[in-house]
């Protein structure tokens, strides 16, 4: 097989995300760090399922080029967790390398992997080798020594696999972490997965099917979390009929969106129009929905259509709410147009943190955090909904940040990220923000702000491990100090004064120390307040101590000290 055409590519994306679909537990078991995490298998398998569903609406004679471009556009608004950008950024770079193509060869799909990773490296600030990123490097560098003209698919697909595997299996060599626990690389083995599944396809042979117990949770897994109800946005008048939404696959690149855009706001409101230089994602509400869409014509395939009546939907969702549903109405993000200068958008878990980031000032929290990464496009939407030319976004975790950063890419506002990577240093980012003062000015106070507050953070195992000098079993509580792993504990209450103590003594001003005290979902009212009495015993008086209630998830406490 000399060349593949779109309908094997889109077969191979569809058997790529099925395997790793299949494997993602194992793919998740290989995570190193004790405390639960964002599970890379989990997030990969997200990202690429958000390409599956695309694809598979592709008709038989669909263009490579194509294929591809519809898959690196849902995968980056699918991308999850560091590892599912990653991902994305691979497969976004792969299909520029295929773009305008109607058939693709061995040197095409080397070509295309190359750019991939090219692509990926460029946009981690500081990349890891050991990781997914070297065995797609060294995967595509290999491919790129033995490929001739007279190569064929298969043959090239198996060389990129071989050398991908070895790479894989000399990760440990590169990450000593790794060799301790004695696993692989998560990331780098989730790629071999996808390309595995890929391969198949490549060989002539059938999509590998999903299995039994994952087609059983592939419909909850792969919705969105914040997929909106129409209707839902509005609990007063509805102005127009329809919820209006739709992709343009752009025919010319360079052509101007805002034409489009103006002309969609004088036929309805809540007018959002996002592009890149592959598509252009469009949302209006209008009485005219075919002529949005005649519109939309004009720059391109139109695809991802979706019309709904939100006065139906309004009438028939009052005639069946009860009234203790409608005091657990869910948000919905409503696209907006920016009307003042600032504004906040922050990632949380907790009724009480997400209470807490709206007391601040920000106008949308997204739900996620440790275990629940949400998508590029959960932090777009979030965004888009927040009425201000500019918009500061909050990850308030490590593998957040990166889906944060693509979501800036692709809105249609200014939009800075602050690389904030726990709670506390969110909190005292928005606490310093001067609403008086430009953008630059607010980012240089809010990162010395944030990057001064010491972060405690007490969970348990959720493996056996040994982790920076510390030999660790499932169910033990672990103290974490700024991220690493500090000491383990047997008991809850000593874990958080020991904790405490260590981050007030390294803060050194005791006489304008602050400490807050976050207790999560686990955790009692009762029970946080004999804690709280515990750490005032223990630190000296002139230090004041907050307790609030975080109700967040997989943390039994969050410390702040600043």
């Known amino acids: 097989m000399n060349v593949i055409h779109g309908l094997m590519l889109r077969d191979a994306f569809v058997s790529g995300a ?3 679909a299949n494997l993602k537990q194992s793919v998740d078991a290989l995570n190193v760090f004790p405390v639960p995490d964002g599970d890379t298998g989990t997030n990969m398998s997200m990202t690429i399922g958000a390409a599956k569903r695309e694809v598979a609406r592709l008709a038989d004679n669909t263009p490579v080029g194509e294929v591809a471009q519809t898959a690196a556009s849902a995968l980056l608004r699918g991308a999850r967790g560091n590892s599912g950008v990653i991902l994305s950024l691979l497969f976004r770079g792969f299909s520029k390398g295929l773009a305008g193509k109607e058939t693709a060869g061995a040197k095409d799909l080397v070509e295309a992997l190359s750019l991939g990773v090219e692509a990926a490296y460029k946009a981690v600030m500081k990349p890891t080798e050991g990781t997914i990123l070297t065995v797609a490097r060294l995967a595509a560098e290999h491919a790129a020594e033995v490929v001739t003209d007279e190569t064929t698919v298969p043959e090239i697909w198996d060389e990129i696999l071989s050398a991908g595997r070895i790479a894989l299996e000399n990760t440990p060599e590169q990450l000593p972490v790794l060799k301790k626990a004695g696993v692989v690389d998560a990331g780098g083995r989730g790629l071999i997965v996808i390309f595995e599944g890929m ?3 490549f060989h002539g042979g059938e999509i590998i099917p999903l299995g039994e117990e994952t087609v059983k949770k592939s419909v ?3 919705e969105m979390p914040n ?10 008048e509805i102005t127009f009929t329809y919820c209006t939404e739709f992709i343009v696959l752009r025919a010319d690149k360079e052509a101007d969106p805002q034409p489009l855009r103006s002309y969609l706001e004088s036929i309805g409101d809540s007018v959002v129009v996002v592009d890149d230089e592959d598509i252009i994602k469009c949302h209006v509400h209008t009485d005219n929905p075919g ?3 005649q519109k939309a014509l004009e720059y391109g395939m139109l695809t991802n259509m979706k019309i709904e009546n939100m006065r ?4 028939n969702q009052r005639a069946a709410v009860t009234p203790q549903a409608s005091q657990e109405n869910t948000f919905a993000y409503q696209p907006v147009d920016p009307s003042q200068e600032y504004g906040f958008v922050a990632v949380a878990a907790g009724e009480g943190l997400r209470q807490l980031f709206l007391d601040l000032g920000a106008e949308n929290v997204v739900s996620g955090g440790q275990t629940m990464n949400p998508s590029t496009d959960d932090i777009l939407s979030a965004i888009q909904a927040t009425p201000a030319k500019n918009v500061f976004v909050l990850p308030n975790n490590k593998n957040i940040i990166m889906a944060a950063e693509q979501a800036a890419k692709l ?5 800075a990220v602050l690389p904030t990577r726990t709670i506390p240093q969110g909190l005292s980012a928005m606490l310093v923000f001067d609403a008086g003062t430009g953008v630059n000015e607010n ?10 507050v010491g972060t405690g953070q007490v969970t348990f195992a959720a493996r056996d491990s040994e982790y920076d000098g510390h030999k660790i079993k499932e169910g033990e509580i672990l103290a974490l100090e700024n991220g690493k792993v500090s000491f383990v504990e047997k008991d809850i209450s000593k874990a958080v004064v020991r904790l405490t103590r260590n981050l007030v003594r390294k803060d050194g001003d005791k006489e304008n120390c602050f400490v807050t005290l976050i207790y999560g979902e686990e955790v009692t009212e009762e029970q946080a307040a004999q804690v709280e009495e515990a750490l005032r015993a223990k630190l000296p008086e002139e230090i004041e101590i907050a307790l609030v209630n975080g109700g967040q998830p997989v943390y039994y406490y969050i410390i702040s000290v600043e």
Do not use: C, P
């Open 227 to 236: 997929e909106r109800n129409a209707a839902g946005e509005y609990e007063g």
């Open 199 to 201: 391969g198949q396809v």
């Open 411 to 415: 809105a249609d506002r200014n939009v």
């Open 291 to 293: 002529n949005a869409l």
């Open 312 to 315: 139906e939907q309004h009438a």
């Open 18 to 20: 099925n395997n790793i």
């Open 443 to 452: 980012l240089l106070g809010m990162t010395k702000a944030f990057e001064k």
């Open 220 to 222: 909850a897994e792969f």
